[in-house]
């Protein structure tokens, strides 16, 4: 049976007469990366922090690793590790300092753990250089390596990868995903950059206005993006005559971008082809286009249309 | 919470406004001894002329020491949100505010009351104690002062906690340090209520002070008469009211600080 290391029960955070969130019952299972999607202000990092116990629900549940008593949720913490806005560091330290203070505060006896975190995350050459001098994909990166120093069970990230360079955003997705191949590290994330998160996650949230607005897993969103197929050729008008009646297929338009889009018959791609090529209306282009997490995000947080 | 001190303390010895402040907690009554008793020979600078001439002196230098420690220490890791760190560990709130209130009330009182007692212990070993006053009596008052210090200490803390920040911490516990010794003077003057015993840091000064000094030749050696800044019973007041005030003021900011949001 698959663990469930969060679950939320109608949690509600609210100030004055804004909600924050807004009833969220959400559940994160054991060994998955789970995408938290939403725009600004939708309640992201609110329910971060709540998980974190930095702020307190107005109403609800919740139980981390099935803890749910005060001292459970509290011991259930140090199996996690969070990276919540801007990582927070002591600007008149160094890197090694700033781990090191984390290391006595959470108890790790072993010394070289920090040298090692500082190698994963690459800023073991930062020396004495202190925070307060370093660009905003250093902090992100000495953020994440205080995540990491405790070899933690779950890690809640909010944009570990704002700030980053693009290497820098490759190295860390494929970290995170080692992490969570190799040490069945569960991770729950946020990030602006959808298709990062598209590239990292098992299970995506959205969440919008503080109310979850749908969870699905990786193939869910595969299904339910939809997606077309895409056919550019040196006559559009027989090619469509051709689809519509030798072929039957009714779903299809002529796009923006001169080519015949077909929403129906996929499997049947290498039938319509032939039947192209016969009637010279030939195909120069065949290319299936499938709906990002970009798209499908726009379409569920803001109601715009794909299809 | 063995973790949050040792951390705390890790921080403690690397911060460079800590260290210059303990460094010139430690360098200015010295300076103050050399400069003040120009007029004499180091030699007579004995461990009674320090404590009656400069005692309640070096108590309100102190103070301000008082203040930069204990709202540095309190307050620096609510301001950079390194705090929040302990909690998402799994630390409570108790601990992490204990954590602070303790090493602040330590570093901040316990270790600057041990520095304001340095210069009276090396002068005495350099030069004797003199005959400007009774051993027993300055060194008790001395080393009661020490609850009084704490009392200021805790004060400062809880204050700096609740307001969230080393820089408001310290500017508040400033206005309250000056608005506090106006207000004392001014209950104590109209009314019999000893709140300075409670809050104020007049008591600690008082305990320090000796007023009335003079210099008369008894048998042909000089001796200097005072009289007490404090009464006996007064002293009692202050320490009892010392201990009663700390357990409050810590109580009361833990139960804010443990229903707080953390942004």
Redesign the interface.
Known sequence: MTEHVIETKNLTKQYGTFKALDDVSLTIESGSITGLIGPNGAGKTTLM?ML?????PTSGEMSLFGESS?KGL?????R???M?ETP??????TAR?NL???R????IPEKKRVEEVLEMVKLSNTGKKKVKEFSLGMRQRLGIA?ALL?GPELMVLDEPINGLDPEGIVEIREMLLQLNREQKITILISSHILSELSLLCTDYVFINQGRLIERLTKEQLDRECCDYFRIRTLDNEKATAVLTNSLGIRKLEVGEDGAIHIFEGFERIPEISRALYEADAIPVELARNETNLEEYYMRKVQGGSIC | MLNIIRSLTYFVKRDPVLLLTLFTCLVFPFVNVFVSGADMPFSDVTGSVYAIGHGADMGMFLMFGIMVLTTRISGTDCADKTINYELMMGHSRVRAYYARVLVSGLVGGGLLWIISLLPLGLLTLLNGWGSNGDMFNILLRAALSLLPFLRMATLFSVMTLVLGGFGKGLVFSFLFFDMESLAVSMIEEYTSFRFGALLGYSDIQDMLLYNNCKSVVVDGHIVNLYETGMAPGRILASVIGAVISILIISVAGCIWFRRKDRQ
Not at chain 1, 104 to 107: E, F, N
Request: charged share 30%; aromatic share 10%.
């Open positions: 922090k974190g116990g930095l702020v307190f005060i509290e011991h259930s913490r140090s996690m590790s969070f919540i927070y560091a002591k600007e008149g330290m300092e090191e203070k984390q006595i505060q959470k108890g205080n405790a």
